[in-house]
């Protein structure tokens, strides 16, 4: 078991450039989750899935989408990076809401 | 809304001592607790969990009390190493469907030898 893959480990981007970050899980998990990490801040999550084809908002969607066709993948995607993006994004994973999420190594992105 | 706070960081501590870090949380209903551990260019893990009042979390040496009455799950370890040495988390998840983890700001611990 692979558990939750990210990649890819670190990227830089230039203002108004587009990336996806990929996420796959290897759990058959139900629940998907993309969270970011500022210094000091803790988590937090941007977009969360129940299952493939459902997708919704967490506390700091603007800037991001996000898509679920499979149930083992769950990719985000930025738009029109800005500087305010420059954080590490961790994606994770878990059966169900109540039970323990798996993350996985996550993404340092930083946009100049 | 929900909200966990943990207290302020970084701490120190030399080999073998104890060790508390302190978490209380504001919740509606009755959340499941957690703490989770990040070591250094790694993705968080699980340390333990406690999902009702009482119940006690454990793993690693590593310990923490489900507290209702004062909203509190501090981790206590009694002979802390270097190895221990991350980013400690506490998180609840309230028991609504589709109810999301809320973290704390985590707190930086080293362990020198």
């Known amino acids: 078991n692979a558990g939750v893959t990210q990649t890819p480990k670190f990227r830089i981007l230039k203002i108004g450039q587009s990336m996806t970050l990929q996420c796959t899980q290897d759990m058959n998990h139900n629940y998907m989750y993309w969270y970011r990490q500022d210094p000091g801040m803790g988590l937090k999550l941007i977009y969360y899935s129940v299952g493939a084809g459902i997708t919704d908002k967490g506390e700091v969607p603007n800037g991001y989408n996000v898509s679920r066709s499979t149930t083992e993948d769950f990719p985000l995607r930025l738009e029109l990076a800005a500087p305010s993006q420059t954080s590490v994004y961790f994606c994770?994973?878990?059966?169900?809401?109540?039970?323990?999420?798996?993350f996985g190594p996550g993404t340092r992105l930083l946009v100049l | 809304g929900d909200s966990v706070t943990q207290m302020e960081g970084p701490v120190t501590l030399s080999e073998e001592a104890f060790l508390t870090i302190n978490c209380t949380y504001t919740?509606?209903?009755?959340?499941?607790l957690f703490w989770y551990v990040q070591y250094p260019g790694e993705g968080l893990q699980l340390l333990l969990k406690a999902t009702k009042a009482d119940d006690k979390g454990s793993n690693k040496g590593f310990e923490a009390t489900y507290r209702k009455e004062t909203t509190s799950f501090h981790l206590e370890k009694g002979s802390v190493q270097v190895s221990d040495s991350a980013v400690y988390f506490c998180a609840l998840s309230e028991a609504g469907a589709n109810s999301k983890l809320t973290f704390g700001k985590g707190i930086t611990l080293s362990v020198r030898p």
């Open positions: 994770a994973s878990s059966y169900s809401h109540r039970e323990t999420q798996y």
């Open positions: 919740a509606t209903g009755y959340p499941s």
